[in-house]
Structures are given as structure tokens and as C-alpha cells.
């Protein structure tokens, strides 16, 4: 009778599964996984499996941050006097962030990558199509309602493509590129959040060329107030509908995209399909250099001298996992820093149109009476709709208190240009500066460093915005945010994404990244509470200080928790002969086996284990000073 290449869902049940555990691994069983990964590090970076996670990854930055550039019109046509509005809609769309990625993380590891890689997609063109084409009906329809619910779905593939991307790019890469292609797909995140203000730029500049927004002084006269808002309720529908186009292209490369031989193999237990599948994408590998491997041909039945182990996502093996063996940490550190990470980068970089605007004043906001030029009608049989804003305060898509005359267009121009300049071209700049840097630092230490760094910038941002804001010299202040745009992308923005896919076991990768970055959208729901918080309730025209200050804390924070948490990702090499150090990073199977592994290797892993370890270091340079003095 032929081996059952491919049992059932039941019989793998019954017989486990290759898991975390590789001292339970027979001999059969490590020689497969040993000859995959020999396959898969015969290989460099690769334009394919970049060009399926990268598509994708685009599309949600795209899609996420183009709330930078609608959020303004709509305000200017929907709701002018509410700030809360935007805030309602933020939330809904970080919410939706969170159950996606929680949710398939978990579906990921349970049922497949492919299987899912693409649904997130799905979800992302309907809401795109949902969001663009909200309306009120005949007026009996909420629009802010039917708009949040819209992009609260889109906010679930957005949040699904974090785990999908970042796994199966780490596990489709070879070892030694692992870390440039995980880097190189979160490059997408920046050039996404450029590119939904490029396509607002170009589509305001087309609409004003076809319909004179700015001659007919939209937003400070009441002549053409229907017409304007007609103009510019298409810019961001325009906008958000463009979202869809990258989302169908990215869904065409995912047709050429199969499971990771690592998850076929160690999950579902299918060694002929794993070898067959990797050399679909890469080809056969060549002769291996005298190495004996096993054929894939001849790749053993799965049943054949397998050790019983517990199925995954059952209690006991959960439990084995996480808690016997104190692998917990792990997933605290990863959770830990993203989140403290991620109220800090949202914080000023998701809807802050008012913040930017805060940071490039050169002069104290402008008084609204009879000395503006534009307090009475310069359109013949118009109105000036400045003058009401003497009593009301400006409208909340008006952010530039210092020129309270600039029209909608004027307001949307500017937005952009300082977002492109201040955000976009550094985050840029910082994300590709890591990918020729990623084998060149230690990655783990870098995290920690480059919190430090960061809590440093905001310290002294903080204190630079106290001095010079509102003057002259507040340029100074727009370029510190700028450097400290870029410390984000060079460090703990593009690490916080790439650990999580590298220290996890496979059966529970997509899971523990999908918490990891669900607790980082819990941190950028955070951000925006607290930003809207200080803006509304505290009536300084420094408050902005404030909260450089405040981010500084959550920076220290966050060095402290992936200095105790989380475990090297590379070790030193030192050759005999020349000395010459370089740092060789470990496999994802060599990580997988989680904070024993670890510990065997002499790694300090938790807080206080680490404290602990200081104290012994200083009590030996202690002990050791005194007995040379001694003697």
C-alpha cells in the first residue's frame, strides 16, 4: 500500500504535528527541515516574494493614511464645527486594525498563509468601493455612521495584512536576507503614506484647474458655497477610490504564490508538498557541495517514526508553549514595545493636520476681525463667511490659525506640502537607510538604542518647540521632527514589525504577530485619545511641548522592555585567523525554539532576571577592582 503522502486533517490529529518542541523531532524529521532550509539559504533577496507582500502592504499604508488627506474635506463639507468626527473615525478604523489582526493571525496559522492572503484584500476593495460611495440617501441615511462603518472594515484587511505580509516574507526568505526583505516590504508603509498625499496633490490640482476652487475663494466666501462643496466632496472620494487600483494588482501576484515549505512541513506535516512548492519559486537547488541531503522525492510518509506531540492551538500544547516554558516573554516584549512604540509614531502621524500646522507657524495665530483682508466680500454679490468665525472660532477644517484667510484649496495645499516634507521624505529616507544597515547592527540592541534615541529627539524637540514655536526660528523645531521621523523608520518602527516574524515558532508565527501588532493599534487608538485630550482640554498655545514630553516617557518605556524581553536575533562571529568580527543571524527554526534555546545560550530573558544580572556584573567588577588593589 502507498505512504499516505497526504493525511487527512484528522490523522495529522492524531499524529501531531513537527512543532516547536526539535528535541521531539526524530532524526527523519530534522533531516527534512534541515534540508528545507538548506533550499531556502541557497537564496538571496527575491523580486517575486517581495513583489506579493510588498503589493499588498502599499495598498493598507495607502489606504490607512489617506485619512491625512480626506479628513479636511470632509470636514469642510460634512461636519465644519466638530473636531470629534475625525477622532470617531480614526478610532473605528484603528478598531478594525485590531480585530484583523488578530483574527488572521490566528485563521494564518491554523488553516494556511494562502489560504487567507487575499481575503484581507477582499475586504480592503469593497470598503474602498463602500467608503467612496457614502452618501446620505435621500437624508435619512447617517453619513458619519455608514462612513465609520466602511472604513472600520477596511480597517480589518488593513489590520489582517501586518501578520500575512511579514511571515510569509520571513519564511519565504533565506536566512541571510531575511531581515533586507522583511525591511524591504515595511518600506511600503512610507511610500504609501507619500504617495495618498501625491494623489490628493494631484487630484486638488486637477479640480482647481477644471473648476477654479481657488478664484472662487472656497471656504471663506458664501458665493459659490454649494458648488465648492460639490468640488470637493469628489477630491476625496477620488482619493479613497484610488485605494482599490493597487489592492487588484496586489490580489493578481497572489495567484502566483504558494505556502511556505517551513509551514507545510513543521504544520502540516506534507514534506513531498513543501519541497515541491519551494521549488516552484526557486528552482532545484544545485549540487550541494559534497553536503548529503535527503531527496524530496523520497521525502519520508509523515506517519513513519513520529513521537506523539499535542496539537496545535490545543491547551496542553498552548500551555507547554507559553506558560511551561515561559515563552510569554517573548510575546510581552514584542507586544510591549510595539504598543509603546506605536503611541508615539501614530501620535504624529495619523490626522495631524492641526500638529503640522502647530510646528510650521512662524507668528502667533492671527486675530479674526475687520484687519483681514478677507473679513468682507471680494467676489461681487458674495459673502464673507469670516466674519462669523469672530464668535464661532475657526472651522475645523481651517488648521492654520495664523492664516485664517486661506480657502479650502490653500488649506489642503499646504497640508500636504508640510506632511511630504516634514513626514513623508524622512520616514522614506529612514526605512531605506535600515534595509543597508539590517546585517550590518545588532538588531535586538538596536531596538533598544534607538528607543533611546528617540526619547532623547523628544526631549529635545520638546524643549526646542518651548523656545522658538510660533517665531521665526520654529523652522528648527519642523526639522527636529523631521530627524526624529527618520530615528522612527532607521529603528524601532521597521523592528517592531520585523522581530515578531522572526522569534516565534511556525505554528504560532502569524498568531504572536497579530498580537503583537494588535497591541501596537491599541497604542495608536492610545495616541489619538490623548492627542484629541490635550487639544481640546488644554488651552496653551505651547501644548504641543507637552506632548514631545509625554512620547519621551513612552520611549524609555520601550527600551526597557525590549532590553529585558526580547532575544538576540543574531550572534557574533569572529573569524580565527583575521579577527574580523560580523554578525551571522540565526534561523527562524533556531529561534522558534523559544527562551530555553535562549537560555542555553547564556541569554538573560525578563526584567528582573536582567537586573539581576547587572547587580552580579557589578558586584564581579567590584570583587575584582578590590582583589587587584588588594594584591
Excluded at 156 to 162: D, F, N, R, S
Excluded at 190 to 213: C, D, I, M, S
Excluded at 620 to 631: E, I, L, Q
Amino acid at each position: 500500500m502507498a505512504h499516505d503522502l497526504y493525511p487527512s486533517t484528522e490523522k495529522r490529529r492524531n499524529r501531531g504535528f513537527l512543532g516547536w518542541d526539535s528535541s521531539a523531532l526524530p532524526p527523519r524529521d530534522r533531516q527534512d527541515r534541515d534540508q528545507l532550509r538548506y533550499e531556502l539559504d541557497l537564496n538571496s533577496w527575491n523580486l517575486r516574494i517581495w513583489g506579493v507582500a510588498a503589493s499588498g502592504f502599499l495598498t493598507d499604508s495607502y489606504n490607512l493614511f489617506a485619512t491625512n488627506v480626506i479628513l479636511a474635506t470632509l470636514s469642510f463639507v460634512y461636519f465644519p464645527n466638530e473636531r470629534w468626527c475625525g477622532l470617531i473615525i480614526n478610532f473605528f478604523t484603528l478598531f478594525g486594525s485590531v480585530c484583523g489582526q488578530l483574527l488572521f493571525g490566528y485563521l494564518a496559522d491554523r488553516y494556511g498563509r494562502t489560504r487567507l492572503y487575499g481575503i484581507e484584500l477582499v475586504l480592503v476593495i469593497v470598503s474602498t468601493i463602500g467608503v467612496a460611495t457614502t452618501s446620505t440617501g435621500y437624508g435619512d441615511i447617517s453619513f458619519l455612521a455608514l462612513f465609520t462603518w466602511w472604513r472600520f472594515v477596511m480597517g480589518v484587511g488593513i489590520g489582517a495584512e501586518y501578520p500575512l505580509s511579514a511571515v510569509i516574507t520571513a519564511e519565504w526568505s533565506s536566512t541571510s536576507s531575511r531581515s533586507t526583505m522583511i525591511s524591504s516590504v515595511f518600506l511600503m508603509q512610507p511610500v504609501g503614506q507619500a504617495l495618498a498625499q501625491l494623489v490628493g496633490v494631484w487630484v486638488l490640482l486637477g479640480e482647481n484647474t477644471a473648476h477654479q476652487l481657488h478664484e472662487k475663494q472656497c471656504g471663506i466666501n458664501s458665493l459659490h458655497d454649494e458648488e465648492c462643496k460639490k468640488i470637493v466632496d469628489g477630491i476625496w472620494r477620488i482619493v479613497i477610490g484610488s485605494g482599490a487600483i493597487p489592492a487588484l494588482l496586489a490580489i493578481i501576484f497572489r495567484f502566483f504564490l504558494y505556502d511556505c515549505g517551513l509551514y507545510t512541513l513543521e504544520v502540516k506535516n506534507k514534506p513531498g508538498a513543501a519541497f515541491r512548492d519551494t521549488q516552484r519559486v526557486y528552482g532545484a537547488p544545485g549540487p550541494s557541495s559534497g553536503i548529503v541531503m535527503g531527496s524530496p522525492i523520497g521525502a519520508h510518509a509523515p506517519g513513519l517514526g513520529l513521537r506523539q506531540m499535542p496539537v496545535q492551538f490545543s491547551a496542553e500544547d498552548l500551555y507547554n508553549f507559553f506558560i511551561r516554558d515561559k515563552n510569554w516573554h517573548y510575546l510581552f516584549g514584542t507586544a510591549m514595545t510595539w504598543f509603546l512604540l506605536d503611541v508615539s509614531f501614530y501620535g504624529f502621524s495619523l490626522d495631524n493636520r492641526g500638529t503640522l500646522s502647530d510646528l510650521w507657524a512662524t507668528t502667533e495665530k492671527a486675530q479674526v476681525n475687520e484687519s483681514l483682508w478677507c473679513w468682507n466680500s471680494t467676489l461681487p454679490g458674495g459673502e464673507s463667511l469670516v466674519r462669523q468665525w469672530e464668535s464661532t472660532g475657526l472651522p475645523k477644517w481651517q488648521t492654520d490659525a495664523t492664516q485664517p484667510c486661506n480657502t479650502i484649496y490653500e488649506t489642503l495645499l499646504e497640508q500636504s506640502k508640510q506632511y511630504l516634507l516634514t513626514v513623508s521624505i524622512a520616514s522614506i529616507a529612514g526605512s531605506a537607510c535600515f534595509i543597508f544597515a539590517a546585517n550590518r547592527i545588532r538588531r535586538r540592541q538596536w531596538l533598544t538604542t534607538s528607543f533611546l534615541v528617540l526619547m532623547v529627539l523628544f526631549l529635545v524637540t520638546g524643549g526646542v518647540y518651548y523656545g522658538v514655536g510660533h517665531t521665526k526660528a520654529s523652522p528648527a523645531t519642523v526639522v527636529l521632527v523631521a530627524i526624529c521621523h527618520f530615528a522612527f523608520n532607521f529603528g524601532a518602527n521597521t523592528l517592531t514589525f520585523i522581530i515578531p516574524a522572526e522569534i516565534f515558532p511556525t505554528c504560532y508565527r502569524c498568531t504572536c504577530h497579530g498580537i503583537s501588532a494588535a497591541a501596537g493599534k491599541v497604542g495608536s487608538i492610545v495616541a489619538v485619545l490623548v492627542v484629541y485630550g490635550i487639544n481640546s482640554g488644554y488651552n496653551s498655545s505651547t501644548r504641543q511641548g507637552l506632548v514631545f514630553l509625554l512620547f519621551a516617557t513612552f520611549m524609555a518605556l520601550g527600551a526597557v522592555f525590549s532590553w529585558a524581553y526580547l532575544p538576540d536575533i543574531q550572534r557574533v562571529v569572529v573569524n580565527a585567523d583575521t579577527g574580523r568580527r560580523w554578525f551571522e543571524t540565526k534561523s527562524l527554526e533556531e529561534l522558534g525554539e523559544g527562551r530555553e534555546r535562549a537560555r542555553q545560550e547564556g541569554q538573560v530573558i525578563t526584567l528582573r532576571d536582567k537586573v539581576a544580572e547587572v547587580r552580579r556584573r557589578g558586584w564581579r567588577k567590584a570583587s575584582s577592582s578590590n582583589g587587584g588593589g588588594g594584591a
